[in-house]
């Protein structure tokens, strides 16, 4: 029964300092940005105050898929912090209660943060970004490049679509390549210039357009008035319109299942940058939720202090690795994405690197 009561009180303890952290940081972070920026278009009626309020409500999830962690380190810090400068852990210590079973309640509820970031990440941020984007009428570039390669690698031609609206396929322009210079130049044979572009869900054909003929030197030789000519057909059609349409989104707009059918399909028609880009985001989504379980240990090991010893040491150190964290996720994506570094490892630098620190500290504590 003693074990239960001490679990109860340390539960208790965790609950309410990580739920006080992670309510202050979306407080923090979002009335600067988000809640200031929306009131001042509610007073001045560019938007009603319903619409307001329903903007702050989407952003919700953003901002709590980032809190979710970095309340789980800080409140751990505060709740061990006071145990230990309260003497409570030196008594626990002394019984002969392990580090392990004293932080159990903490890793508990850790788990449960962690389910619960998973859900946030695949389900309410993809939706809550996508109202968004409807309500502000944000909408991202659509230019699309497609490039199209034959059997040895070659390039075969190159699809630029500057307008894409979901429905309609707009000022199109194909680059297409001469076979037998593939390898050794990039000479073009001829340029395709359509306002339109059909789609039929097995071939892209262009309706009316004209074709620019060029010279094996690059000189235009002549340009002719086509008719209901297809461009791409079979698979390359049916997964270049796919990609297309995924590429209007971004990363935190889709699901995790259409991000792995995204994949996949870049990963089929070789689109290498953007293949590892996304494979990277994928993989992070994982990690990120992991990391309530990992700040969470850490946090308990920051707050095991001794009862003199300074309370800022140990925030000073979460407020680093939580700045370190968050700042180096562009740069690990774009390591990723130039294949400097594959993206399972970008992906799992952060989390290595704090398993580390745990283990370190660890030993530093003598635990």
Partial sequence: MKIKLLDKYIWWQIFLSCFACIFIFMIVWIMPEILLRTVQLAISGVISYKTAAYIILCELPKVLNIALPVGMLLGSIITFDKMSKDFEISIMRSTGISF????????????????????????????????????????????????????????????????????????????????????????LSSIIISDYVKYDHKTWTINSGKKYLITEEGIFNKIDEIQNLPVLDGLSATNAYKIMKYSIYR???????????????????????????????YIQRYTHSFMCIIFTILGCLLGFSKPREQKFIGMLIAVGVIFGYYITIP?????????????WITSMIAPVLSVILIIGLKKAKDL
Avoid at 101 to 110: E, T
Avoid at 257 to 265: A, C
């Fill in 251 to 281: 990363d935190r707009e889709l699901t995790n299942s259409q991000i792995s059918e995204y994949i996949k399909l870049l990963k089929q028609e070789n689109m290498d940058d953007e293949y590892r880009f996304m494979l990277n985001k």
């Fill in 100 to 187: 392990f079973r004293i932080i159990s309640s903490a890793i508990i509820i850790s788990l449960v943060a962690t389910l619960f970031t998973f859900i946030v990440e695949d389900k309410l941020l993809p939706v809550s970004s996508v109202k968004i984007k409807k309500i502000k009428q944000d909408r991202r570039s659509s230019q699309f490049v497609f490039p199209v390669k034959n059997k040895d690698d070659s390039m075969n031609k190159i699809i630029i679509v500057s307008k894409f609206d979901e429905n309609n396929i707009k000022d199109v322009i194909v680059l297409n390549f001469y076979d037998e210079y593939n390898k050794g130049s990039s000479l």
């Fill in 331 to 343: 740069f690990f994506d774009m390591l990723a994405e130039k294949a400097v570094l594959s993206p």
